[in-house]
């Protein structure tokens, strides 16, 4: 790129969905990607069909100096750097997209010779990328704390408009970061939203509503008032909604955001504050549980409907 100040390689280190999004968005962006994986990793064959350069970790691959991309999962963070911290030499930048791993294993202390730089796009990775192939808008949040020189936020910068980032990136800190999400994930987007809208599908089902009514009244149509809400802010979205909606939604709230709905919000966001939860993360056997969730929502009426009618609804 013309007047960059990112003059070297960026190494992306796994290939998961969020990273093969900014991996593609950068490469069009006009910055030179190289994928770094362990020996094996079944992501070689994904990256190598992309036509993105493979280093194999553990076999002084690492390019001097080049900017570190850490996108693999947070539990792995540490174990990385502890592994391949000979081939990452004094003053390295590495990036993280959550701040996870800092707030609970406080890697900046553990490795104060490399400056740990947070960039945290706001959006699944499925989004990052179509965001950046539509020229649509998407925001980020960042942090540069553990810099250990002043250019590294003008870094930061440049790499979020090479991803795709077209507001801010904000400024927060790690733990500000990490918190945040946490609980947006647990008190709202995954533990409330899609559960909520199963429960109401089912009750559609119950009385006899058809499968493809329900699917729609409270699966798809939940994408649909999202949209207008993000689009529209609080006031227009309730100026805009019909009578009977406004009526029953103000009748519902207060009977489902009840006080014992928030005292629930109240212990989540504890659990997060005071650490309990990153115990209960460690405690968890996450690909246990991810078969469990998975064949739950597999013997659900609703995930077969999806796959019934989203190719024509989507």
């Not at 490469?27 to 070689?44: C, H, M």
């Not at 064959?45 to 036509?51: E, F, G, M, P, W």
């Not at 939203?193 to 699966?219: D, Q, S, T």
Request: with cysteine; glycine share 6%; aromatic share 10%.
């Amino acid at each position: 790129m013309k007047n960059s100040i990112i003059n070297t390689p960026l190494v992306m280190i796994g290939f998961g969905s969020q990273a093969k999004a900014w991996a593609l968005n950068l490469r069009d962006s006009g910055f030179q990607v190289l994928i770094a994986l362990r020996e094996g990793s079944p992501s070689s064959k994904v990256a190598k069909s992309l036509n993105f350069e493979i280093l194999e970790l553990g076999k002084d691959c690492l390019p001097k100096m080049a900017p570190i991309l850490l996108l693999i999962p947070d539990h792995a963070h540490e174990d990385f750097l502890k592994d391949n911290r000979g081939d990452i030499v004094e003053g390295t930048k590495i990036i993280y997209g959550h701040g996870y791993s800092i707030l609970k294993s406080q890697l900046q202390l553990t490795y104060p010779k490399f400056s740990h730089l947070l960039l945290a796009p706001k959006a699944i990775a499925s989004e990052v990328r179509y965001q950046f192939e539509t020229k649509g808008k998407l925001g980020a949040v960042y942090s540069d704390e553990f810099s250990l020189e002043k250019a590294d936020k003008d870094f930061i910068f440049e790499l979020a408009r090479g991803i795709g980032i077209t507001a801010g990136p904000y400024l927060a800190s790690f733990e500000e970061e990490t918190r945040a999400d946490l609980f947006s994930e647990q008190g709202l987007l995954c533990g409330l939203i899609p559960y909520a809208a199963l429960a109401c599908y089912n009750k559609l089902r119950e009385k006899g509503i058809p499968k493809e009514v329900a699917y729609m009244e409270c699966w798809l149509e939940t994408k649909l008032i999202c949209d207008a809400m993000v689009k529209m802010g609080p006031e227009k979205f309730f100026n805009l909604i019909s009578p009977n909606a406004l009526i029953g939604g103000e009748k519902a709230q207060k009977q489902l955001v009840s006080d014992s709905f928030k005292k629930t919000l109240d212990g989540l966001i504890e659990d997060i504050w005071d650490k309990k939860f990153f115990e209960q993360c460690d405690q968890t056997d996450f690909k246990k549980l991810q078969t469990e969730v998975l064949e739950y929502w597999k013997s659900q009426e609703l995930s077969s409907t999806h796959d019934l009618l989203s190719k024509d609804l989507f």
